[in-house]
């Protein structure tokens, strides 16, 4: 990973063999996913390492209390990527956490909502773990799409009235494969993320008010990847490229006004 004088990230990973982690000390050792990294930036606290957190900014204090945030919170990045050798997505990884707390980690109750604005079609879930589409505005190199049924959405590990598995459960907007951004700049109205997963959980769950008691700890951007195979057992190669030139948050805007001249760069 390095860094240029303008701030544009570049990672590279150039691995032969990538096995997963199944030791006691790993992040996940029995999560069963073909993921073995995901280098990103954030912007809020850092899950389970509050100490490496960023500075916060006065225009987004995290964590903050989903309905406590500003229409519309929107993100926008500009990155490109090679994929010579690799499974991968390049997603958004919020975390909502049900408190307030300055020092968040993964634990039942937590939730992960990751939106996918690039991936190959390895490294989809199965069809089984999918449960509908969502509308969700977003605009690439400056052309507003409005996002209708573009969507799709993916749960796994979220159970009835408020229950995870321990570490967590997780709940994915995957762009369709027509509309996924490949290389350019894209915007993407995160509010309306969260006001559909509310949704989603109110009414396929059972979870009670989730704006109200949910609290949004991080927002990294980055590139899940792993092996060529895409399969959990897979050891590998792994042999990609990402170069992230911008990534901003900005409140209070839309899709269409974003311009990164906003608060977090």
Known sequence: MSVNPVGTLTVRGRLRSAPPCTQSTCVAPSAGTWVRGYPSVLYGINQCSASTSPMASPGLRLPVRVDAIAPDLIGTTSYSAQRPHVTYDIAYDMWPHDSDTKAPCKEEGTLEVMVWTDYDQRALLPGTGRVGTASVPFA???TLHPGNGAWSVYVSNVFKDGQTVPRGGTVWFVLD?????????????????????????????RWNN?????????????????PESGTP?????????????????????????????????
């Open 233 to 265: 057992s897979g050891a590998g190669p792994a042999e990609f490229s990402l170069r992230l030139s911008s990534y901003c948050l900005e409140v209070g805007t839309t899709v269409a006004q974003a311009t990164c001249d906003g608060l977090t760069r």
């Open 177 to 205: 494969e027509g509309d996924a951004v490949r290389t350019g700049i894209v915007s993407v109205d995160l509010s309306t993320i969260l006001s559909e997963v509310g949704t989603l959980l109110q009414n396929s769950y």
């Open 140 to 142: 690439v190199n400056g």
């Open 210 to 226: 989730f704006s109200g008691t949910y609290w949004l700890d991080t927002i990294p951007f980055g590139m899940e990847y792993g």
